[in-house]
């Protein structure tokens, strides 16, 4: 563990344990959401990577224009 780590856990254990439960809540709720991000995004880089081939053919046959953040 490292020790930034190891110094937060220090300063939640002087926390209520309401506040403890709270913070460890959302800590593994975080986790989970990146994790599962990390498994629809692997099981979408081949799907990805066919998109961004198909944008780089648009725009080297010229059908795409330069966006004017002005008008967006």
């Given at each position: 563990?490292?020790?930034?780590?190891?110094e937060v856990?220090?300063?939640?254990?002087?926390?209520?344990?309401?506040?403890?439960?709270?913070?460890?809540?959302?800590?593994?709720?975080?986790?989970?959401?990146?994790?599962?991000?990390?498994?629809?995004?692997?099981?979408?880089?081949?799907?990805l990577?066919?998109?961004?081939?198909?944008?780089?053919a648009?725009?080297e046959?010229?059908?795409?224009?330069?966006?004017d953040?002005d008008?967006?």
């Amino acid at each position: 563990m490292s020790k930034l780590l190891e110094e937060v856990f220090a300063k939640l254990a002087d926390l209520p344990e309401a506040d403890q439960d709270s913070i460890a809540t959302w800590l593994l709720a975080e986790l989970d959401s990146e994790r599962q991000w990390e498994t629809l995004f692997s099981e979408s880089r081949e799907a990805l990577g066919g998109l961004a081939d198909e944008a780089l053919a648009e725009h080297e046959r010229g059908h795409t224009k330069e966006l004017d953040s002005d008008t967006l």
